[in-house]
Nanobody, 125 residues
């Protein structure tokens, strides 16, 4: 497993922007698939976005066109740029890494083997 440390959460008004960062340990970050998930109070953890090791990205329909996932392999960091935020985006956001060759689906939480501690994002109306 690798260590993942998220940062960048906070309180923002609707329509605003935030950028989350997730710094990973390990010397083979460029081989990891990375994902962002979120969990709102009383709800299940849900997929937000992912980046394959080759940089292919995928998004949940609810954030498509507003959020952008990117990665800087030289810095072992993945980002989530969130624009046009809505109150329904309020949640704890988690960074996740898939570091093995186990098959699965990028949008399923159990495909990932390492998780960060989460960072709170609150969007006020």
């Amino acid at each position: 497993q690798v260590q993942l440390i998220e940062s960048g959460g906070g309180l923002v008004q609707a329509g605003g922007s935030l950028r989350l960062s997730c710094a990973a340990s390990g010397r083979t970050f460029n081989t990891y698939a990375m994902g962002w998930f979120r969990q709102a109070p009383g709800k299940e953890r849900e997929f937000v976005a992912s980046s394959s090791s080759r940089g292919r990205t995928n998004y949940a329909d609810s954030v498509k066109g507003r959020f952008t996932i990117s990665r800087d392999n030289a810095k072992n960091t993945v980002y989530l740029q969130m624009n046009s935020l809505k109150p329904e985006d309020t949640a704890v956001y988690y960074c996740a890494a898939h570091t093995t060759f186990r098959s699965g689906y990028y949008y399923k939480a159990d495909w990932y083997d390492s998780w960060g501690q989460g960072t709170q994002v609150t969007v006020s109306s």
